[in-house]
C-alpha cells in the first residue's frame, strides 16, 4: 500500500466516511428522542387505600 490514492478515490472516501458518520449520528439522536418512543405504562396510584393505610400505622404507633 505505498501507491497514492488519487484525488477522486480520497474525496470518494472522504464522502462516504463522513455520510456514515452522520448515519450513526442520526441514529442515536432518532433512538433518545422520548417523542418517538411509545407511552410509557404506569400504575394508577389508590390514594384512598393510601391513607386508610397511613391512618392505621398512625392509630398502631400510638
Keep these: 500500500m505505498t501507491g497514492k490514492l488519487s484525488p477522486k478515490a480520497f474525496w470518494g472516501i472522504c464522502i462516504a ?3 456514515a458518520v452522520v448515519a450513526v449520528v442520526a441514529i442515536f439522536i432518532r ?6 418512543q ?4 404506569y400504575k394508577k396510584y389508590d390514594m384512598g387505600a393510601h391513607m386508610q393505610e397511613m391512618r392505621g400505622k398512625e392509630a398502631a404507633g400510638r
Design 38 to 41: 411509545g407511552p410509557i405504562a
Design 31 to 36: 433512538s433518545s428522542d422520548p417523542a418517538s
Design 17 to 19: 466516511v463522513v455520510a
